[in-house]
């Protein structure tokens, strides 16, 4: 079993930053890589982020490419995701989700273990 905890949203305007972090516990050592998806009102779950635990591999939306940066502390078994210039089409409950795939790495349905998510709230 593997428990995540996000923490870190809020409300921030336009322009601004967040930093999440997902905290992990559990049998962590099957892992194979981090996610942070996101999920506004109304609309379906969508990838945002990824990082491979063992070699770092990253990859992003293209919505939140060069805003948004993913990083892990091994040590921590934390993975960040710090969140710059950001835009009220950003607002949307975050979540972090961990997998033992190695593909298809931006599809939900991938990911076995799911946090209960932190609210971020983007002002015009």
């Known amino acids: 079993q593997v428990q995540l905890v996000e923490s870190g949203g809020g409300l921030v305007q336009a322009g601004g930053s967040l930093r999440l972090s997902c905290a992990a516990s559990?049998?962590?050592?099957?892992?194979?890589?981090m996610g942070w998806f996101r999920q506004a009102p109304g609309k379906e779950r969508e990838f945002v982020a990824f990082?491979?635990?063992?070699?770092?591999?990253?990859a992003y939306a293209d919505s939140v490419k060069g805003r948004f940066a993913i990083s892990k502390d091994n040590a921590k078994n934390t993975v960040y995701l710090q969140m710059n210039s950001l835009k009220p089409e950003d607002t949307a409950v975050y979540y972090c989700?961990?997998?033992?795939?190695?593909?298809?790495?931006?599809?939900?349905?991938?990911?076995?273990?799911w946090g209960q998510g932190t609210q971020v709230t983007v002002s015009s």
């Open positions: 989700a961990t997998t033992t795939s190695a593909l298809n790495l931006s599809n939900p349905t991938r990911y076995n273990y």
């Open positions: 990082i491979r635990w063992s070699y770092g591999i990253i």
């Open positions: 559990g049998r962590t050592a099957s892992w194979n890589a």
